[in-house]
Antibody, heavy 117, light 107 residues
C-alpha cells in the first residue's frame, strides 16, 4: 500500500525548534519530489516547502531562513526542521507526494504543531 | 505569487443536485491546476489534476474544466459522501498556492 506517515509534532514554545519526519512506503521514494503543506486550525491549505529528487529545495517566503527540508532516500524519509517557531506556525502539517503530473497525489494523515507559551 | 480565488465560499445543495465551483488564477497557469476534497479531520484527497484529468478511483460524477485563469469543478449528481470542503491549487510555479476553499453542505 502506498502510504505516507508523519511524526514529530507537538507543543513547543515560541522561538523553539521541532523536527517533523515523513516516512514513505509502497513506492519508489527516491524518484518523487516531496512536499510539506500545513493547515492552521479552521483555515485553508498552505504550501510550505518542497524537495526534489536531486535535493533542490523550495520554501514559502514566511519560512525561509527558519525551516529546512531534507531527505534521506536510504530511509524512504524526508524531514522538516523548524527553528525560531512562531505562533502563526501553529497548524496540522501534512507531507505529500508530487504525482506524475505535479499535483499532490498521496498525503499523510498529518501531525499537529502547536507553538504556544 | 499567483493568487487563487474560489467562489462561492459556501454552497448549500441537496443530494442529486448538479453543483459547480469556480476557481480563478491571478495570472495564466495554462492547465496546471488540481482540485482536492477534504473532510473534517482528514487529509485532502486529489480529485482532478491537469485541470480536467480524473484521478484514478475518483467517481466519474466529478469533472474539471478550464485553462488559463478560469477553472471549474462540477459534480454532476451530488451524493451524501460529497459534502466536504473543496480546494483548487495551482502548481504552475512555486510557491504552489491553494484557493481559500469552498464548503459544500447539505441544504
Amino acid at each position: 500500500e502506498v502510504q505516507l506517515v508523519e511524526s514529530g509534532g507537538g507543543l513547543v514554545q515560541p522561538g523553539g525548534s521541532l523536527r517533523l519526519s515523513c516516512s514513505a512506503s509502497g513506492f519508489s521514494f527516491s524518484t518523487f519530489d516531496m512536499h510539506w503543506v500545513r493547515q492552521a486550525p479552521g483555515k485553508g491549505l498552505e504550501w510550505v516547502s518542497a524537495i526534489g529528487t536531486t535535493g533542490d529545495t523550495y520554501y514559502r517566503d514566511s519560512v525561509k531562513g527558519r525551516f529546512t527540508i531534507s531527505r534521506e532516500d536510504a530511509k524512504n524519509s524526508f524531514y522538516l526542521q523548524m527553528n525560531s517557531l512562531r505562533a502563526e506556525d501553529t497548524a496540522v502539517y501534512y507531507c505529500a507526494r508530487n504525482g506524475v503530473w505535479d499535483s499532490f497525489d498521496i498525503w499523510g494523515q498529518g501531525t499537529m504543531v502547536t507553538v504556544s507559551s | 505569487d499567483i493568487q487563487m480565488t474560489q467562489s462561492p465560499s459556501t454552497l448549500s445543495a441537496s443530494v442529486g443536485d448538479r453543483v459547480t465551483i469556480s476557481c480563478r488564477a491571478s495570472q495564466s497557469i495554462t492547465t496546471w491546476l488540481a482540485w482536492y476534497q477534504q473532510k473534517p479531520g482528514k487529509a485532502p484527497k486529489l480529485l482532478i489534476y491537469k485541470a480536467s484529468r480524473l484521478e484514478s478511483g475518483v467517481p466519474s460524477r466529478f469533472s474539471g474544466s478550464g485553462s488559463g485563469t478560469e477553472f471549474t469543478l462540477t459534480i454532476s449528481s451530488l451524493q451524501p459522501d460529497d459534502f466536504a470542503t473543496y480546494y483548487c491549487q495551482q502548481y504552475n510555479s512555486y510557491p504552489c498556492t491553494f484557493g481559500q476553499g469552498t464548503k459544500l453542505d447539505i441544504k
